[in-house]
């Protein structure tokens, strides 16, 4: 189906979307940071966009293209992650949080460039607030999509979070698997949803995994 003549199902429907990895400084020249690339949060962001919706990205930094149609907000800490989604959260039907958070966060921030003196240095790294279990704790009329990254007992680890998240829908990746996910333009995930059967979205292309959580969602 050429653009321009897709279906318009997500007319009126304001979709939040985070996406991307969190950057928490170490020093002005070192950082921590993880292995997302952002592929299937901009996709999600395109699609909804493409289908009539509303769309605020919510991007750590990627090399991604901005997707056309969508309003884009920069961000690189979880902090400031949280800041804007939070700010944003009211307005949004569809809050999908794609984002890679990052979990620690570095205690001091050093305001100069940390010197090597020949022994061991220990970071003192600090839990950052999980932003998606708070959105669980207070959304309304919110449909709450998290995604879970797990390498080992997925079903398990999945439904754990699912639950204590308070999410309508989870999608889990397996990101021990090198043919699908993180960099990859593929992805092969399982949705998982309160009181139903998970369902498999086979390996298939970013953008067609992307509108079937889309329609997912639609029928929730
Ligand atoms: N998430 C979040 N805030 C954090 C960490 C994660 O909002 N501080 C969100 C992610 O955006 C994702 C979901 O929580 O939608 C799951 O992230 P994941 O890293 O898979 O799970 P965690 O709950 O962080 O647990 P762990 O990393 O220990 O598996
Ligand atoms: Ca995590």
Do not use: W
Request: a neutral charge; glycine letters at 6%; hydrophobic letters at 40%.
């Amino acid at each position: 189906v050429a653009k321009n003549e897709q279906k318009q199902d997500l007319n009126g429907i304001n979709v939040l979307i985070t996406a991307g990895p969190t950057v928490e400084e170490i020093d002005p020249v070192r950082y921590l940071t993880n292995r997302s690339s952002g592929k299937m949060g901009y996709s999600l962001a395109q699609e909804a966009a493409d289908r009539g919706a509303n769309v605020t990205l919510i991007s750590g930094p990627t090399k991604l293209a901005h997707p056309t149609n969508v309003t884009v907000i920069d961000i690189m800490s979880a902090k400031d992650l949280q800041q804007k989604v939070e700010s944003k959260f009211a307005q949004n039907d569809f809050v999908i949080m794609a984002a890679a958070v990052s979990d620690f966060h570095v205690k001091t921030i050093a305001d100069q460039k940390i010197k090597k003196n020949g022994k061991n240095l220990q970071l003192d790294l600090v839990a950052n607030p999980d932003i998606l279990a708070g959105l669980g704790r207070i959304k309304v009329h919110q449909r709450l999509v998290g995604f879970a990254a797990e390498t080992q007992n997925l079903l398990e680890n999945g439904n754990k979070k699912l639950k204590e998240k308070n999410l309508d829908m989870l999608v889990l990746n397996d990101v021990s698997r090198s043919d699908i996910g993180f960099n990859s333009s593929e992805n092969e995930v399982r949705l998982l949803q309160p009181e139903k059967e998970p369902k498999l979205l086979k390996k298939n292309t970013k953008e067609n995994i992307a509108n079937e959580i889309l329609d997912q969602l639609l029928i929730l």
